[in-house]
């Protein structure tokens, strides 16, 4: 029987990479990751995990031996935050052009300077355009269970691409939650071991990260694209039979009380939850809003938000990243662009806020909604607001 | 990749841009880098091989005639077989 127990949220991460029966764990520890990777080091060291842990001296080095170790079809589990994700930013294309499907859980920090160890998405921003799977969680057991979709999602033949699940650092990764901790039989029924269809064999010798030269780089980029963008079908299909196993359910994205709602906010990862709860308070008093949480954010589902706001009069988009000297939040400027197109289209008001950890209460995202939708009746709107700062 | 070569679309690609046969480089043809070409003056070549001996291309070879010559499918036209050549037997000329 699944057991539902109150955990801290790193380390039902790493007993779900555990019941993954991950090979290969190379990582290096930094707030507000190190839980999930310490708890995998000590359940090889006692034996409980059979899988090499290789403790590397860089994040460079972390995804670079995860490259070598998916090359071979090792099932490669990592983790990191921040400054180690920048500082593992080259290798991660490698990763993905490579097609190697290393799942990599990343515990969402601000960047320096000033040195900051709470949450944010500027990190992930950084890597945006990093060719990888990348699905933001809200809670404790969407972590644990999207673990598990994402060797599924990754590993699957027509997919082949690394995936990163995003927590929230702190206010997921350190956070004692209720989770249903599945059974080992039920995993591996789910995830059948990995088969890698084209690992280094000296039997079937093949040349890995070679040349490319002008005449042949353009194919190879549009062939990548077209594998992490026609890769959705596979992440629905894979969502849908976690889903029929557990009894969990995922989607690209989530309404949250939309229907007839006149103003939606959008929002990603652990923050959403905060917002529901003055969706609560605001449909309470009579107002027709209602909240998107975005769960996919690579590949991008633009047929699915085109669909969610095609109703809405104003979407205003939350932000936890700043994209200096540019359209403000990068969540709202690809949504702008989403719709940009479409010949009815509702107002789109961005709002950067929660950086470097700064709380927003549900108090605050009931303010969000209700300026967004002042400043798009009096069309006042600029590049973006920054919620929350003092002027 | 010479030119008469069907060239790969992007549907052709292998899976990563992995190459499945071995010492497959042979098939490509580093000479299209080339914007200059050598050009011999056989009468003035002593058929010393020093231009085969700077070629830093390794793709200068002596002809049956024991002239030296380079392999054009290589040659990157750097022109240092030219610059080399003490009799002034190698000249390099652009491209069309």
């Not at chain 1, 764990?25 to 090499?52: F, N, R």
């Not at chain 1, 590397?56 to 170790?69: D, I, K, T, Y």
């Not at chain 1, 082949?160 to 059974?183: R, S």
């Not at chain 1, 929660?354 to 209700?370: K, M, Q, T």
Request: hydrophobic content about 40%.
């Amino acid at each position: 029987m699944t057991q539902r127990v109150g955990i801290e949220v790193s380390r039902a991460v790493a007993i779900a990479a555990k019941l993954a029966n991950v090979d290969v764990v190379a990582a290096y520890p930094i707030t507000p990751q190190t839980h999930i990777v310490e708890d995998l080091s000590e359940m090889v060291a006692s034996g409980e995990l059979d899988a090499s842990y290789i403790p590397v001296e860089s994040e460079h080095s972390a995804m670079s031996c995860c490259l070598g170790s998916a090359s071979v079809g090792a099932r490669t589990f990592t983790a990191t935050a921040s400054q180690g994700l920048e500082l593992m930013h080259e290798v991660l294309y490698v990763a993905s052009s490579m097609r190697f499907p290393i799942v990599m859980a990343v515990a969402n920090r601000a960047l320096s300077a000033p040195i900051s160890i709470w949450g944010d998405h500027s990190d992930v921003m950084s890597v945006r355009d990093t060719g990888w799977i990348q699905i933001f969680v809200a809670n404790g057991q969407e972590a644990f269970d999207n673990i598990l979709c994402a060797f599924r999602i990754g590993e699957d033949r027509a997919v082949l691409l690394p995936v990163m699940i995003h927590l929230d650092g702190f206010q997921l990764t350190h956070v004692i939650e209720p989770i249903y901790l599945e059974e080992e039989d039920k995993v591996e029924k789910f995830l059948p071991p990995n088969d890698y269809p084209i690992p280094l064999d000296p039997d079937n010798p093949v040349s890995m990260g070679a040349f490319g030269p002008p005449e042949i780089y353009s194919e190879i980029k549009k062939a990548q694209d077209v594998a992490l963008t026609s890769s959705k079908s596979v992440i629905l299909k894979s969502w849908k039979e976690f889903g029929d196993a557990f009894g969990r359910y995922y989607s690209p994205l989530q309404c949250y009380r939309c229907d007839n709602a006149k103003v939606l906010l959008l929002a990603m990862g652990s923050f959403s939850e905060t917002a529901m709860s003055a969706i609560d308070a605001m449909r309470e008093d009579g107002h027709k809003v209602g909240l998107i949480k975005l769960t996919l954010w690579r590949p991008f589902p633009f047929a699915e938000i085109r669909d969610a706001v095609k109703d809405a009069e104003v979407v205003v988009v939350f932000d936890r990243a700043l994209s200096f000297g540019g359209p403000g939040g990068p969540v709202c400027s690809e949504i702008r662009s989403a719709l940009y197109d479409l010949e009815k289209r509702p107002k789109v008001i961005g709002f950067v806020g929660g950086l470097g950890g700064r709380v927003v209460s549900a108090a605050g995202f009931r303010e969000i909604i209700e300026q967004g939708t002042k400043i798009a009746r009096e069309g006042t709107e600029q590049e973006y607001e920054m919620f929350g700062v003092r002027e | 990749m010479t030119e008469s070569e069907k060239k790969p679309t992007w549907r052709d690609i292998e899976i990563g841009a992995i190459i499945k046969e071995p010492g497959s480089a042979m098939q490509y043809k580093t000479g299209d880098w080339r914007t200059q070409r050598p050009t011999y003056y056989h009468e003035r070549c002593i058929k010393c091989g020093l231009c085969s001996i700077f070629c830093p291309e390794g793709c200068i070879k002596q002809t049956e005639e024991g002239y030296f010559e380079a392999d054009l499918d290589y040659c990157k036209g750097c022109g240092i077989c030219a610059r080399e050549c003490w009799t002034k037997a190698i000249n390099m000329v652009e491209e069309d």
